[in-house]
């Protein structure tokens, strides 16, 4: 049976140096005393990430129906704007503005919503004012100036606003308002004929798009709040988890030693590819968290610049780890009985790896602070020295091969020492509560 390596720590209260394998009696000493390795099958570990696949689509698919839910509350509420007519009498049929705006507004996330909500509101009274302006004074000027302030005031104004859209600051973070100004301004200015029309247009549509939003906001912060901050935090943790599974099939296939068809078998890197994909994802979460109020473990002003500083360098590593597998994929390899040579101290090396990876990913998950220098730099510094002592010689294609991937597990040992670094850093900086390390 196939086997690969899961690292789990384990309170050994007899405080000896034994490594216990799961469905056995053997037992070997090692210098690990803060973590250990069990053996488990490949199918009975596939089954494991599969249930937790089904968990985890289970989840999302509820949150998505109480989304759908929450956004058929909120149009209902608006519509009676329309049939309640004490209300329509006031807003009369810019009414419709509240359902557009609960239509463009409400997201899936609370941040998303306010981000909007704020973005929309900004735009439509700044837009507002100025059309207002300019409608003004076009309507003061006789005959064909009249147009032609109304020509100047539109093409100025719009293509100074779309210009800033293209600048990178104000399009991550005001793109959605900057457009909706564009499209406020232009309608007052063309539709206001005559000032007081403008004024009335001006107030009833900014009075709706006030009804619409404030009830995005009451249902979005209020009942069942999806928040970003939240998405943000679990997928950055469970990223270390997804690259350390990845790194600990390409170990196992490595130096698995069996029959040729057992040798085909591929280990799954996917978790590492999905990291890759995860820059615009993760960038957009960290703008919607920056909106959202206190909420849970997350106070004002939270350092969430810092997870997109650790998404970065998890993406080098995932990389990295993509670059394993294809080394283990060249036909420069030697073949599995070969690699004896470098088994025990590559081993070593990517145990600690894994280790040092879901040590940093929990410490993330349980906002535990993690001591870098203290814990896992030393012990990730001394493998790779061990590693290196190992396989200085290049003699051979073969001995080539194998020293391209024990370059690869060393430049991961620096990746993640950098990772250790930045995440200690986060937790100074966020406040995290102090972790204790077996020694």
């Known amino acids: 049976m196939n086997s690969v390596v899961v690292v789990v720590p384990i309170n050994n209260p007899e405080g000896d140096d034994k490594s216990r394998v799961a469905g056995g009696s053997m037992e070997k000493t090692t210098e690990e005393r803060d973590h250990r390795c069990c053996f488990v099958s490949k199918n009975g570990f596939s089954s494991i990430k599969e249930k937790m696949a089904a968990a985890v689509k289970s989840e999302f698919d509820k949150r998505k129906a109480v989304h759908s839910v929450k956004v058929g509350m909120a149009l209902v509420l608006v519509s009676l704007l329309y049939m309640l007519d004490p209300l329509f009498r006031q807003v009369g049929?810019?009414?419709m503005w509240a359902i557009m705006t609960v239509v463009v507004v409400f997201e899936f996330?609370?941040?998303?919503?306010?981000?909007k909500g704020i973005n929309r509101g900004i735009g439509t009274i700044v837009g507002g004012l100025l059309g207002c302006f300019a409608a003004v004074l076009a309507d003061q000027l006789p005959g064909y100036r009249s147009a032609f302030v109304v020509g100047i005031s539109i093409f100025i104004i719009s293509a100074a606003a779309t210009y800033s859209r293209l600048v990178p600051g104000i399009k991550r973070k005001y793109d959605y308002g900057v457009m909706i100004f564009i499209?406020?301004?232009n309608l007052v200015v063309v539709s206001g004929v005559r000032a007081y029309k403008v004024m009335k247009l001006a107030r009833e549509r900014l009075c709706t798009i006030g009804m619409g939003f404030a009830v995005c906001i009451f249902i979005s912060l209020l009942v069942f709040p999806e928040w970003a901050g939240d998405e943000l935090h679990s997928s950055t943790a469970a990223k270390f988890d997804k690259i350390a599974s990845s790194l600990q099939g390409c170990l196992e296939e490595y130096f698995m030693v069996s029959d040729e068809k057992e040798s085909k078998a591929t280990?799954?890197?996917s978790g590492c590819k999905a990291v890759l994909h995860s820059k615009s994802n993760e960038e957009s979460l960290a703008n919607f968290a920056k909106w959202e109020p206190w909420h849970g473990r997350f106070g004002f002003a939270y350092p969430w610049e810092k997870y997109l500083e650790i998404?970065?360098?998890l993406r080098?590593?995932?990389a990295t780890v993509i670059s394993l597998k294809g080394?283990?994929?060249s036909s420069a390899q030697p073949l599995p009985t070969e690699r004896g040579v470098i088994k025990e101290a590559c081993e070593a090396v990517g145990v600690t790896l894994v280790w040092s990876l879901r040590e940093i990913g929990e410490s993330i998950k349980d906002m535990k602070v993690c001591r870098a220098k203290v814990t896992i730099s030393p012990k990730l510094q001394s493998m790779k020295q061990d590693n290196l002592n190992n396989h200085n010689n290049v003699n051979s294609p073969s001995d080539l091969g194998m020293a391209t991937f024990v370059f690869l597990l060393n430049e991961m040992v620096e990746k993640v020492q950098v990772l250790a670094t930045k995440v200690?850093?986060?937790g100074d900086i966020a406040g995290f509560h102090t972790k204790k390390f077996e020694a």
């Open 93 to 95: 049929q810019n009414a």
């Open 109 to 115: 996330f609370a941040g998303a919503t306010l981000s």
């Open 183 to 185: 499209l406020t301004f």
């Open 267 to 269: 280990a799954d890197v």
């Open 311 to 313: 998404g970065e360098a």
């Open 316 to 318: 080098e590593l995932a």
């Open 327 to 329: 080394c283990i994929q």
């Open 424 to 426: 200690e850093q986060l």
